[in-house]
């Protein structure tokens, strides 16, 4: 099926342990997007890319990093997990020309 | 800054009712609003997008309007079902940006 695929579904770190969350999408979207969604604060977007080969701070930036390896693909990476980093996270393509834009199912992370 | 306000935070309905989620932002100069929906531990499945140029849009017992001046949006549900229950959110998209901008959501409820 079409769509935006995001692994792993399920993750556990350590505080100071590091991972990447990996996404791609099939769609051929020129855009993609990292959200992390907490409790009660609706999702907030941490990085994007509007096009491959380049990408921008979103609000919550802090503690992240990403790479639009190709068109396909945008992982992010945690480069020292800290316990404020529990949160499930999101990734989301659409066109440049802003249609809707369509969801992984998430990642769920839980930093100890 | 614009911010995106949903009302109620939660709802329960009895099944048949027909419903109301309302969704307001500070900031009239959107793209385009999409409403989305969010199973408990899922990603997001997007309903509806309303362009900014379109004053509503309909699929099957849903219908949202959109009224950019006032800066309201709201999602009609017809006839709701035990299988509406989920969080509903709404999002924005301003026109000088790619990224969404999300309420926190109104999880609903509707009870056999």
């Known amino acids: 099926n079409a769509g935006v695929t995001q692994t792993p579904k399920f993750q556990v770190l350590k505080t100071g342990q590091s991972m990447t969350l990996q996404c791609a999408q099939d769609?051929?979207?020129?855009?993609m997007y990292w959200y992390r969604q907490d409790p009660g604060m609706g999702l907030r977007l941490i990085y994007y890319s509007a096009s491959e080969g380049t990408t921008d701070k979103g609000e919550v930036p802090n503690g992240y990093n990403v790479s639009r390896l190709n068109k396909r693909e945008f992982s992010l990476r945690l480069e020292s997990a800290a316990p404020s980093q529990t949160s499930v996270y999101f990734c989301?393509?659409?066109?440049?020309?802003?249609?809707?834009?369509?969801f992984g199912s998430g990642t769920r992370l839980t930093v100890v | 800054k614009q911010e995106v306000t949903q009302i109620p935070a939660a709802l329960s309905v009895p099944e048949g009712e027909n419903l109301v989620l309302n969704c307001s932002f500070t900031?009239?100069?959107?793209?385009?609003l999409q409403w989305f929906r969010q199973d408990p531990g899922k990603g997001l499945t997007s309903l509806l997008l309303i362009q900014s140029s379109q004053r509503e849009q309909t699929s099957g017992r849903l219908n949202a309007s959109l009224d950019k001046s006032s800066g309201r949006s709201t999602l009609y549900i017809a006839a709701s079902q035990p299988g509406d229950s989920a969080t509903y959110l709404c999002a924005v998209r301003m026109d000088s940006s790619y990224k969404l901008i999300f309420g926190s959501g109104t999880r609903l409820l509707v009870r056999p």
């Open positions: 989301a393509s659409n066109e440049i020309a802003g249609y809707g834009y369509t």
């Open positions: 900031d009239s100069a959107i793209y385009n």
């Open positions: 769609m051929n979207h020129n855009s």
